[in-house]
Nanobody
């Protein structure tokens, strides 16, 4: 049974930083593609960033240079460092994982991910 647990969300002022964490159980970040998605009220969920098992990363254009996705295989944890936060970054952030998503062009596709966390709220 796979479980993804996000943490690190909260309220921050414009220009501030937050680091989100995702700690999976029943799944290894070293052996999976991992991603962050976000959803604001009334909007469709959208990709934020992803990292493949070989550490290849992908970002949606709006967060390039602002957010950094990383993982610690030893700690089995996924991270999202978010800097220079803006009000439009406010959303529920979800961690997602899939053992079989490997294509570079697929890393930011919501439909590719089979495991999801409950989300952590970020308010700017």
């Amino acid at each position: 049974h796979v479980q993804l647990v996000e943490s690190g969300g909260g309220s921050v002022q414009t220009g501030g930083s937050l680091r989100l964490s995702c700690a999976p159980s029943g799944l290894s970040v070293s052996d999976s593609s991992m991603a962050w998605f976000r959803q604001s009220p009334g909007k469709e969920p959208g990709a934020v960033a992803a990292i493949r098992r070989d550490d290849l990363t992908a970002y949606t254009d709006s967060v390039k240079g602002q957010f950094t996705v990383s993982k610690d295989n030893a700690m089995n944890t996924l991270y999202l460092q978010m800097d220079s936060l803006k009000p439009e970054d406010s959303a529920m952030y979800y961690c997602a994982a899939d053992r079989y998503c490997t294509g570079r062009g697929h890393l930011l596709l919501l439909a590719e991910y089979t495991e999801w966390g409950q989300g952590t709220q970020v308010t700017v």
